[in-house]
């Protein structure tokens, strides 16, 4: 079976791949060849007169994205296989990408950005200057209306003749500024009582005894770009027209209305290109949609040019790069804003090019600083990147050779010789890295060994920890008198914590709870001292109680004092508490050694049980004092470690003491078991990680009537 399948793949494979590879490659011939017609041969005026035909191109691309991924595939596998196999190779490849494609996206980025930017820039200027010159059209009508209003209140008799001399006289500041102004008067005749109107320049086709203003400029101002229908310039069609309207505001036998209309031909166009340092040019509705909003439209027929400011190339269409500038006109027939894209387009060249050019020949110290400026940036960035290139190649040869000499390396290593040296001839990093495999090399051994000892020590923990629990209570001794219970839940593998119960026979018991300083194998071996003296302890003190007929509890606490600080530094120390319990005296006599007070519950009263000292271990000639505590029937003690009540949750907060209590009232009817699980239920939930940062014991006891 295995030769078989062998000769299948030495055989089919190649066949099959030769013969598919043959067919894609005549595909892909196709495709180029008609593509490359669409986009080089196929004439413009064909594609303006058909623009279905546009969409050739696209289509053509989309279609060989197909043999073009499978080409790449192939040609990415042969280069991976043979070119690349070298790190040498790779490294060169890299820098070369590196430093020639970052190069590419930041130039076309920075131009797309500084293209976008001035035409923003440029379409601001447009309409900033076509605001100027309607300001100042209408700067001209409105001091124009006061001329006329002064005469129409001063000489009551004025004609509406007079009138249009004045009009006559005074056209000669506006036509100084705009030549193509035309400047109508519309009056009423007073001995007829029709309207007449005076149009010093004869700019609108309907007849002059047809002039109509429009009812929505009735008793109103007005300048802005209007557009208005069959209307005709001295240089052909113009639907565009710079308008100031404005009417009499006093009551005169003669009332009149004024309008100046500038048309918005090739002399405004050319104070825009002064203004904004490009050419401009006016085209029929150009009828395209969508993206060609923002995109430079580079393929406009000559016919469909109205005005343009500079020489176009007889009937040839024009191929700058041409970018539309949305024009918002108001329709003068109804005062409604029109759509840009049912209207004359205006057209703006964004050459960057041409920027540079002007800054450059610009008269303004400050235009010469910014062409200076961004002549340096771009030569320091050519000369930055050519050594980036530079240095990349000449870095490869000492990468490729440490990377050989890693090789040998852990050919070595892999063969089991930990005595091989890799020779470091440069102090940089590749140079650290060969020092670091020698190092490696050095103690592989030793981590074995370290390895093994971990294990040891592991196992050594795991045994402590099961001896540890021996020394905890198994479970909670059987007393007439009290309900009990006690857990302890450590922080790490062993404890630092302590509790114990010590039955001492009649219905006698006693009770511990201690916290050693600090935590791990230190903490317990301590914690396992303390347990052995105070059993030995109690032990002697209680028999000796016995004959005295007393319970010396503080007497305990001191011995067991004494004989810490003897056998362990002054560092350690341990707070602990410890209690007698009479179950037939229902009394409990007790010693805190600077342990977390135990929390005594009777009815609704709490009360911390804090007689006793300080610390044991740390002072050889401490005292202590003790307590006796006469219980009844349902009352109920709490003892604890620090570790319960200083559980912090995500934000810091501690559980607390006050919540220990309320939740202890809240729950205290519960068997003492339940309550236990309950508070652990409780502080478990409210610390912030799952890892303890201290160890938890509690013991909860509770004085009962005889079983």
């Excluded at 209408?138 to 009551?156: D, I, K, V, W």
Aim: net charge negative; glycine share 6%.
């Amino acid at each position: 079976m295995k030769i078989g399948n062998s000769q299948n793949k030495d055989e089919l494979p190649p066949k099959s791949k030769s013969h598919s590879g043959g067919i894609i490659g005549i595909v892909t011939f196709v495709l180029v060849v008609l593509w490359a017609a669409s986009v080089f041969l196929l004439p413009s005026r064909i594609v303006y007169a058909h623009p279905w035909t546009g969409i050739l191109p696209i289509l053509l691309s989309l279609f060989l994205l197909v043999p073009a991924g499978y080409w790449l595939w192939r040609l990415y596998h042969r280069v991976k296989s043979g070119f690349l196999w070298k790190i040498r190779r790779r490294l060169i490849l890299v820098y070369v990408f590196s430093g020639a494609i970052p190069l590419v996206i930041i130039a076309v980025i920075f131009y797309v950005s500084a293209v976008l930017v001035y035409y923003q820039f440029s379409y601001y200027l447009i309409f900033r200057q076509i605001g100027i010159h309607s300001s100042q059209i209408h700067a001209f009508a409105l001091s124009l209306r006061e001329g006329l209003q002064n005469m129409t209140l001063n000489y009551p008799d004025v004609s509406p003749e007079q009138l249009r001399d004045a009009v006559n006289s005074e056209s000669r500041y506006i036509l100084s500024a705009y030549p193509s102004a035309s400047i109508v008067l519309n009056c009423e005749d007073p001995e007829t009582g029709l309207p007449t109107a005076y149009v010093s320049r004869h700019y609108i086709s309907t007849p002059l005894e047809d002039y109509q203003v429009p009812e929505w400029l009735f008793e109103g101002e007005f300048n802005s770009l209007v557009l208005q229908e069959n209307t005709y310039g001295d240089e052909g069609e113009s639907r565009l027209l710079l308008r100031s309207f404005t009417s009499s505001i006093f009551p005169s036998n003669l009332g009149f209305s004024l309008e100046i209309t500038v048309p918005f031909d090739r002399y405004i166009m050319e104070r825009l290109t002064a203004a904004i340092g490009q050419d401009v040019m006016r085209t029929r509705q150009p009828g395209d949609t969508g993206m060609s909003v923002v995109l430079p439209l580079t393929n406009i027929a000559r016919e469909d040019v109205l005005y343009a400011t500079f020489e176009l190339d007889g009937d040839r269409p024009v191929t700058r790069w041409m970018w539309p500038i949305p024009l918002f006109p108001i329709s003068w027939e109804n005062g409604v804003e029109m759509d840009p894209s049912q209207m004359d387009a205006l057209m703006v060249e964004v050459s960057l090019p041409k920027l540079l050019m002007n800054l450059r020949n610009s008269d303004s110290e400050a235009g010469q600083w910014i062409y200076k400026a961004l002549l340096a940036v771009m030569i320091i960035f050519i000369l930055a990147e050519a050594a980036s290139l530079l240095l990349g190649f000449l870095l490869t040869r000492s990468i490729t050779q440490a990377i050989h000499n890693l090789d040998q390396g852990t050919q070595n290593v892999k063969q089991g010789d930990f005595s091989h040296r890799i020779a470091i001839r440069s102090d940089d990093q590749l140079g650290a890295l060969a020092a670091s495999f020698n190092q490696m090399t050095e103690y592989v051994q030793e981590l074995v060994k370290e390895r093994v000892e971990k294990e040891r020590l592991e196992r050594e923990i795991e045994i402590a920890r099961n001896v540890q629990e021996r020394l905890f209570p198994d479970g909670a001794p059987h007393i007439n008198y009290m309900e009990i219970t006690g857990v302890c839940l450590p922080a790490r593998v062993v404890s630092g914590d302590y509790y114990d119960f010590l039955p001492l026979g009649d219905d006698n018991l006693g009770l511990a709870v201690g916290d050693i300083s600090g935590k791990g194998i230190s903490a317990a071996l301590l914690m396992a001292s303390l347990q052995a003296a105070l059993h030995s302890n109690v032990m002697h003190l209680h028999d000796a109680a016995d004959e005295a007929g007393e319970r010396n509890v503080a007497g305990i606490v001191e011995r067991l004092n004494r004989q810490l600080y003897n056998y362990t530094g002054t560092n350690h120390f341990a707070t602990f508490f410890y209690a007698h319990y009479d179950g037939n005296l229902k009394t409990m006599v007790y010693c805190n050694a600077g342990h977390n007070p135990p929390l005594l519950f009777r009815g609704d009263e709490c009360r911390r049980l804090n007689v006793g000292g300080t610390v044991v271990g740390i002072f050889t000639d401490a005292k202590y004092e003790q307590e006796t505590l006469r219980l009844i029937d349902g009352d109920l003690l709490v003892a604890y470690t620090d570790g319960l009540t200083e559980c912090a949750d995500t934000n810091g907060e501690e559980f607390g003491e006050d919540r220990l209590i309320q939740l202890v009232r809240e729950n205290r009817d519960m068997p003492v078991e339940k309550m236990k699980e309950k508070i652990l239920e409780y502080v478990l939930a409210w610390k912030s990680t799952e890892e303890q940062a201290d160890d938890i014991t509690m013991i909860i006891a509770r004085q009962t009537a005889p079983n």
